[in-house]
Structure formats: structure tokens, C-alpha cells
């Protein structure tokens, strides 16, 4: 076991960790610097390090660090989120998506801003709430002695397009409103303080410590429900475990930046190409290439047009969709 | 250890597929389960293996109830090779079969020595170690049954169950993976419970044949006791001569036709 080739392997892995953990504390630097004020590395260093009361110290503190954990935050808990389904359904295209978060949050935060805006504070926590009540209404459904994969994501599918019925008739009914939620729709992370940081920070390290803890049982479940039942877990109630951890860490980013689905879904293949599918380090790799391309995406949606700023969601889409295209052009055996 | 099933219905829905099974493997035996098409065979595998749920009836390992220990321990002493795997286009082979160590390991902690060890030999004993570092999708069919059975091996259980383990190999496979069977067996003393098709390997590489018919044993015993023409026009459909292969000492039957 102690030859050669298994070392290069894992020092190359802890590499490429080594290499997204790098980039991810670079984007951090790139996104605060940038904006309407340009501000240097030594200024955002010295400004984060020793509270100073210049004007940029004011505005790396109330506006563009709250801003960059925010994304960051969303960013690491869509792609994990993403990362475990995949797993878990053993199913490439498996998202947040496919265990109804987006339609669940989607039409709880409708429900309140359009029906009962006086509550409108409550959006964040409706969000939250509807995307954890779709995926347990989901799993319910899919159960029968037990729920496969395959039946999750079925069930999955169906209630996502009745949910989607729903934020439908919603829109057509009360069209005058629409306008106000296109940022959520889309996901965006205007406005955001560090109220919203301070929402998502329990869930979002709740969920990554559990993650890392029990992140080897992914390995041993992508061997099929059968071979990982013979290996000794316990293979319906690990799974559900996952399932919850993944709406966790989705809904509460869905609640601080709207409906950014394709973090979620191209995110971990990306990584997944750079780092392999060994889970041990696909999931430490997934929380800093998450992080990353949230962060730089929303950087671009706030300087390209600036001063108009579009949102995060159209960047990603946009830039992210033929990166991941060039990646699987290039390795030939996905 | 052996292992005993007593009285065992499992059923799919309101469909009974298996009625009243009863048997036992005796420590350091190969019991080869055989069947027609829809007779029950891997139903019978899958709830011996608990990934299905038997609606009454037991499971025993040794002396202890399968349905009142830990999964976790039941994997150290009961090894499962099902026919449904998968297995991520980036695994070694080596990986593969240290994943056997899983229920071995605590919670949190990495294999340690005694742990790689064990893979070592595992390799070792399948003759995968010159192969160790290939992707196991690269592999041949019988080089991939092969390391599968090594990580079954690296489980270090006393009994291990193969379903249809030469299902989709060609015949030097087939033979490579049953002469691996036995030798295990012989070398390390295993329990083997496994599902064949072909009834001249059945007959020749097992201590004790069961014979399942709509979801019922029919019967059970030797090799030679078990398969006669009788069997063979009942169950199987089929008329047969049987002869006695003095080369690996076991009987062996040639089919001559259905019968409508």
C-alpha cells in the first residue's frame, strides 16, 4: 500500500486542494477590492486586521465583507448540497432541485412577499422552511419500503412541477408584483448585510461539519444500495440523513440569495473533474471551489455594468455553462 | 460460523416469493443455490444478505439473530457480493478493496496498518496485486469479479454470499472465479453461499445443492443425491443424460431436450 504511485496520487490531490483553498482566499481580496472603489490587498488587509475609521474601512466592513461571506457561504453550501445528491442518487444530474429546494423555497417566499408583504422580513425563513417541507413531502412520497433513487427523483420532478404550478398562478394572478422578486428568482446578492451572514452561518457549519465527518459513507454508498448494505451502513437511514443535510445547507443559502440553482448542479462536477470522485477530498475541495466561483461571479455582476448591477445568477449561468462545457470536451472519460 | 435460515417468507407487496425456507450451512461448506428463472434464487440471497426485509422467519449467524445485531457487525462476519455494483470510473483497485475494511474501521478514523494489511493480502489472495494500481473499470470482467471478491475478502467475514458471481463472464472467468471460490474455501476455511446457473458447475464446485422452485426449497443435499434425471424434468424442463466426470470426481449432464 506504501508504494510510490499512492503518495504522488495523494499529494497530488492535496495539491489541488491546496490550489482551490488558494484561490478561494484570492477571490475574497478580488471581490472586496473591486466596486465602485478600487481598494488594494495592503488596504483590505490592514482595514480587516486593524479597524480603522477611513472611508474605505467603512466600506469594506458594512458593505463588501458582509457582501463576500455572504456569497461565499451560498456558494460552499449549494455546491456541497449538490456534491451529496449526486452521491447519494448516485445520479450525475441530481441538484438541490431535484429534492424540490428551489420549488419550496421558491413558492414559500412568493407566498409571503406577494400575499402577505406586511411580513415581508419573514421571506429568509419562509424560504428555509418551504425548501426543507418539499423535501420531506418528496421523500414521503417516494417511500415504499424504503425510497430508492430513482423513485426520489421522480417524486422529486413531480412535486417540483406542481410547486411550479403553484409560483405560477401566483405571478399570473398578482402580475403587478412580479417585478419585485425577479432578483430572487434569478439569484442575486444585492443588499446583502451581515444580518444574512449571521442567518446562514449556524446551518452552513452545522451542515459542512457533519459533512466532513461521515463524507467516507458517500464513498461506500456509490458502490450501489446492495454492496454498502453488505459493507455494514445502514443504507435508507444514511441516505435520508444526507438528504436533510443537503435541503439544510440549500435552503439556507436559497433564503439569503434566491434561486441559484446551477452552483448546485455544475459546481461539484467541476470540481469532480480537477480533484476525482474519492468523496474524502471531493467534499473539502467542493466547500472552497463553491466559495470560489460565487464569489468572483459576483464580483462580475457587480463591476461589469457597474453602476448597474445584474444578478449573480445570469453571471454564472452565463460564464459558468461553457467553462463546464470546455472541462468535459477536454477529459474524455466522463 | 454457519449459517441458518428457519422458516423464512419474504413477499413483494401482496406477493409471497419466498414460502417457508428453512436450511442451514455448516461452517467451511459451499452451498450453491439453484433454480429456475423466477424460483426465488436471489430473493432468497437478498434477505439472507438483509437488503430485503423477510415478512416472518429468521436469520441466524452462529447462534445470533441477524434482525437484533448492528449491521456493522453483522458485515464482519457475513460478506456480500451482490450482482447490481458500481464503481466510479476513478477507483483503483486497490481502493476498492480497502473499502472492504469500512465496517472494520471506527468512526472518524483512517485504515491503519494492521487495516492495509489486510488489503495486502486480499490482493494477494485474488491475485490482483499486479493490478492494484488499475482503475477497476479498466479491468476484464474476471479481473473486476475478482477484485470485488478481494474487497469481500478484506472484510475478513467467516461466511460469504455471491450472487451469480459468473453471470456475464466468458468460460475461462467463470472457471478462474469458482476456482478462486473453492480455494478460498479450502485455504481459509470459508462458509460460501452463492447462486449459479450452470448445474454442472453447481455440481462440481459444491458441498451442498439447494434447489428452488416457485419460491420453495425442494430439495437439498450432495451433489450426487440431488441432481438426478428426475430433478431435471421437473424442475429445469429438460431431459438430460447425467455421466460421471472422473477427472474432477462430480457428475456432469448433458442436455438432450425441452420438454414442451
Redesign the interface.
Known amino acids: 500500500?506504501?508504494?510510490k504511485?499512492?503518495k504522488i496520487e495523494k499529494i497530488k490531490k492535496k495539491s489541488i486542494l491546496f490550489i482551490f483553498i488558494c484561490l478561494s482566499a484570492a477571490s475574497f481580496l478580488i471581490s472586496i477590492g473591486n466596486g465602485a472603489v478600487k481598494i488594494s490587498a495592503g488596504e483590505i488587509l490592514s482595514a480587516l486586521l486593524f479597524r480603522q475609521d477611513t472611508v474605505n474601512s467603512q466600506i469594506i466592513w458594512n458593505v463588501r465583507l458582509p457582501r463576500t461571506i455572504a456569497a461565499s457561504l451560498t456558494g460552499t453550501c449549494l455546491a456541497l448540497s449538490g456534491s451529496i445528491l449526486q452521491g447519494v442518487m448516485?445520479n450525475p444530474l441530481a441538484s438541490p432541485n431535484i429534492i424540490g429546494v428551489s420549488s419550496g423555497a421558491g413558492l414559500m417566499t412568493l407566498i409571503v412577499l406577494i400575499l402577505f408583504p406586511e411580513f415581508y422580513f419573514l421571506a429568509p425563513l419562509g424560504a428555509f422552511a418551504g425548501a426543507l417541507l418539499a423535501t420531506m413531502f418528496i421523500y414521503f412520497l417516494a417511500w415504499k419500503?424504503g425510497a430508492g433513487p430513482n423513485r426520489i427523483i421522480l417524486a422529486g420532478v413531480a412535486v417540483s412541477s406542481l410547486l411550479g404550478a403553484g409560483n405560477n398562478a401566483i405571478m399570473t394572478f398578482y402580475p403587478d408584483k412580479v417585478s419585485g422578486i425577479i432578483g430572487f428568482m434569478v439569484g442575486g446578492l444585492s443588499a446583502t448585510n451581515w444580518q444574512d451572514v449571521f442567518t446562514i452561518i449556524p446551518y452552513a457549519s452545522a451542515g459542512i461539519i457533519m459533512v466532513l465527518?461521515i463524507q467516507?459513507k458517500l464513498?461506500?454508498l456509490?458502490?450501489?444500495?446492495?454492496?454498502a448494505?453488505?459493507?455494514?451502513?445502514?443504507v435508507e437511514r444514511t441516505r435520508f440523513f444526507f438528504i436533510i443535510i443537503s435541503s439544510l445547507l440549500a435552503g439556507a443559502a436559497v433564503s439569503v440569495v434566491g434561486l441559484l440553482g446551477f452552483v448546485g448542479l455544475i459546481v461539484p462536477h467541476m470540481t469532480r473533474l480537477f480533484i476525482?470522485?474519492?468523496y474524502r477530498y471531493l467534499m473539502p475541495a467542493t466547500i472552497f471551489t463553491g466559495s470560489f466561483v460565487v464569489v468572483i461571479c459576483d464580483t462580475l455582476a457587480r463591476t461589469m455594468f457597474a453602476p448597474v448591477e445584474i444578478p449573480v445568477g445570469i453571471i454564472m449561468s452565463a460564464l459558468g455553462a461553457p467553462f463546464f462545457l470546455y472541462l468535459l470536451r477536454r477529459k474524455a472519460?466522463? | 460460523m454457519n449459517l441458518t435460515v428457519d422458516k423464512l417468507n419474504v413477499s413483494y407487496g401482496d406477493k409471497e416469493v419466498l414460502k417457508n425456507i428453512s436450511f442451514s450451512v455448516n461452517k467451511g461448506e459451499i452451498a450453491t443455490i439453484i433454480g429456475p428463472n423466477g424460483s426465488g434464487k436471489t430473493t432468497l440471497i437478498k434477505a439472507a444478505s438483509r437488503c430485503l426485509k423477510p415478512t416472518c422467519g429468521n436469520i441466524y449467524i452462529g447462534d445470533m439473530k441477524i434482525d437484533e445485531m448492528n449491521t456493522r457487525t453483522i458485515a464482519q462476519k457475513l460478506a456480500v457480493l451482490p450482482q447490481v455494483k458500481n464503481v466510479s470510473s476513478d477507483v483503483s483497485v486497490e481502493e476498492l478493496v480497502s473499502y472492504g475494511r469500512y465496517p472494520h474501521l471506527k468512526f472518524g478514523k483512517k485504515l491503519c496498518r494492521e487495516d492495509k494489511e489486510i488489503v495486502d493480502w486480499a490482493l494477494e489472495k485474488t491475485g490482483m496485486k499486479e493490478l492494484r494500481k488499475r482503475y477497476a473499470v479498466s479491468l476484464s470482467g474476471g479481473e473486476r469479479q475478482r477484485a470485488w471478491i478481494a474487497m469481500t475478502l478484506a472484510q475478513k467475514s467467516r461466511i460469504i454470499i455471491l450472487d451469480e458471481p459468473t453471470t456475464f463472464l466468458d468460460i475461462s472467468y467463470q472457471l478462474e472465479v469458482l476456482e478462486l471460490v473453492r480455494e478460498l474455501n479450502q485455504s481459509l476455511g470459508l462458509t460460501v453461499i452463492m447462486v449459479l446457473h450452470d448445474l454442472n458447475q453447481a455440481a462440481r464446485y459444491s458441498d451442498k445443492i439447494l434447489v428452488m422452485n416457485n419460491g420453495r426449497i425442494c430439495c437439498m443435499g450432495r451433489p450426487e443425491d440431488v441432481v438426478n434425471t428426475c430433478l431435471l424434468k421437473d424442475i429445469f424442463k429438460i431431459n438430460a443424460d447425467i455421466y460421471d466426470d472422473k477427472i474432477n470426481n462430480c457428475l456432469f449432464l448433458i442436455p438432450r431436450n425441452t420438454i414442451a
Open positions: 500500500m506504501d508504494s504511485n499512492m448516485r419500503d465527518l467516507n464513498n461506500i456509490m458502490l450501489g444500495d446492495e454492496v448494505t453488505g459493507l455494514g451502513i445502514n476525482g470522485s474519492d472519460e466522463y
